[in-house]
């Protein structure tokens, strides 16, 4: 397969219904799945639970979800990881999420590359929230900092590559008046 050149800006840019397919499967996926807490069906029909999904919707969400694992799993694991880091909803410092807004896990994951990674999760969201602290301080300094611009630019790139190489194996057509 040919590899298709970037022409333009709006190459880079992330596809709109990729990128809800993406949002979705990352943070609201299990949920559309019907597994969530039963204490909001509790309240009765007129509270909050009663918008829990019916046995067709759970159903049509979790082969949603299987079809987008499956592309996933079909990447290249650092293109996959990008995508994770990017869409993975986490309680990062507000000036950090202001400065770079999607990009910003994928920049606080790249700037943990240096450092040996934990091996439990857990031990890697605290290195994760240690080095977003850091680096939500160098946010006021982004103009003249070249640790942050770097890490942007790098995760810029990273995030354009790992969308388009999902956008292929989801079956994508290439954008109009260009051919692969």
């Not at 949920?31 to 759970?58: F, K, R, T, V, W």
Request: include cysteine.
């Amino acid at each position: 397969m040919k590899a298709r050149a970037v022409t333009s800006l709006r190459d880079l840019r992330p596809n709109v219904a990729r990128d809800d397919e993406l949002d979705w499967f990352f943070n609201r996926a299990e949920c559309d799945m019907g597994n969530q807490s039963n204490y909001l069906s509790m309240l009765g029909p007129h509270g909050p639970g009663s918008a829990i999904p019916s046995p067709e919707d759970a159903a049509e969400a979790a082969h949603r979800a299987r079809r987008i694992r499956g592309w996933q799993r079909a990447m290249d694991s650092a293109d996959a990881g990008v995508l994770q880091c990017a869409y993975e909803l986490r309680d990062w410092p507000v000036a950090l999420w202001d400065a770079l807004g999607r990009l910003t896990g994928v920049v606080v994951r790249l700037a943990c590359a240096l450092d040996p990674l934990p091996e439990d999760r857990r031990g890697l969201q605290l290195m994760e929230m240690a080095r977003a602290d850091w680096l939500a301080g160098q946010c006021p300094h982004a103009a003249v900092d070249t640790t942050v611009i770097r890490l942007r630019r790098d995760a810029q790139v990273r995030f354009a590559r790992a969308h388009h190489a999902y956008g292929a194996l989801r079956g994508d057509a290439p954008p109009r008046g260009r051919s692969s």
